[in-house]
């Protein structure tokens, strides 16, 4: 009997079709997506991924495959994730979640397979890029300046609690680029008449002797500098902030949303919408070196009046009137 009429005696189309499915799954392009945090702090963030996608007509378990793998908080596995997934092979690699991820994705690569990072310090400094608008490698992304942000977030934090004048800065001094946002406060800070001081935890069990220290130092304000390790610590390090009665400035609207006081930064979905659309772009035969590395254009101010109320802040009308959001 041929094989067609063995397919046909059993039903034809419904025992040919899984193996023609399957055939046309390996048969689509692979997005290996990999990131520092935890699957379950950010779905919003695949979400507006899988948005950027979407919008240039890709769509997951219909045109291509995603592979994904979460850190979750512990960066040395980046680099076994990231040769897992170049491994693969991959068509193409998201590194997200920070500059350790970009990082780890370029020291494991080959000069071949594109890739998409999304970081929060200048991509030049840290050798992924060898410009913003040439790329001219197999890297291209999203930054999302955080280290020039840090003077924005002092002043709206000083406008906020104007009065105060010692601010603690918790920062993680093993994450690339700490040290220019240290920099960048440290120089800001004397012309509105506030002094500095930085506290460093770059583990679990470094939180909480910093807030002891913090205290002991009867700091004014807080302000939690940008990095994967504290984002994906949001509610723990609200908790402190406020446990303590301390007015404290984050980095992105995910703190204020979970009871934090006030933030101030880059839209980060949006970020990784645009991260999307990169990757489409490429998948569609763009090349990266051909693609800028881009910087954000909405930032987003959001202030928890329910949080100031409880800790007995009256927030300056004017910085109500500029938020982007206010939590009632």
Do not use: C
């Not at 793998?69 to 998201?94: C, K, M, N, S």
């Not at 603690?168 to 500095?196: F, H, S």
């Not at 910087?295 to 009256?314: C, E, H, M, R, Y």
């Amino acid at each position: 009997m041929r094989r067609r009429d063995f397919i046909a005696v059993l039903g034809g189309v419904a025992i040919a079709w899984p193996w023609e499915a399957r055939a046309q799954q390996s048969a689509m392009p692979v997005i290996g997506f990999m990131h520092t945090a935890s699957a379950d702090r950010f779905p919003h963030l695949v979400a507006a991924f899988h948005k950027g996608l979407n919008e240039l007509g890709f769509a997951e378990g219909q045109n291509v495959v995603v592979e994904y793998r979460w850190a979750e908080g512990h960066y040395e596995r980046l680099p076994e994730f990231a040769a897992d997934l170049l491994a693969r092979p991959v068509t193409i690699l998201a590194a997200t979640g920070g500059d350790q991820s970009g990082l780890a994705a370029k020291a494991t690569a080959n000069t071949t397979i594109p890739i998409v990072f999304e970081v929060g310090s200048d991509p030049v400094e840290l050798g992924l890029v060898s410009s913003l608008n040439r790329p001219s490698g197999n890297l291209t992304g999203n930054t999302l300046l955080s280290a020039e942000l840090a003077p924005k977030r002092l002043e709206l934090l000083h406008n906020l609690m104007p009065k105060a004048t010692k601010v603690a800065v918790l920062t993680n001094p093993a994450a690339p680029g700490v040290d220019a946002q240290e920099r960048d406060l440290q120089r800001a800070a004397p012309a509105i008449g506030m002094k500095v001081s930085v506290l460093h935890a770059s583990k679990d069990t470094d939180i909480a002797p910093s807030f002891a220290a913090m205290v002991d130092q009867h700091a004014d304000v807080l302000i939690v500098q940008a990095d994967p390790f504290f984002t994906n610590r949001r509610d723990q390090l609200v908790s402190l902030s406020n446990h303590h009665a301390i007015p404290t400035m984050y980095p992105f609207r995910e703190f204020s949303m979970a009871g934090g006081l006030i933030s101030y930064g880059a839209d980060i979905a949006d970020v990784f919408r645009q991260t999307g659309l990169y990757v489409g772009r490429i998948l569609k035969g763009e090349k990266a070196a051909d693609l800028p590395v881009l910087q954000p254009t909405k930032f987003d101010l959001v202030i928890n009046l329910k949080t100031a109320k409880a800790l007995g802040i009256s927030v300056p009308q004017s910085l109500i009137v500029a938020a982007d959001e206010v939590i009632e």
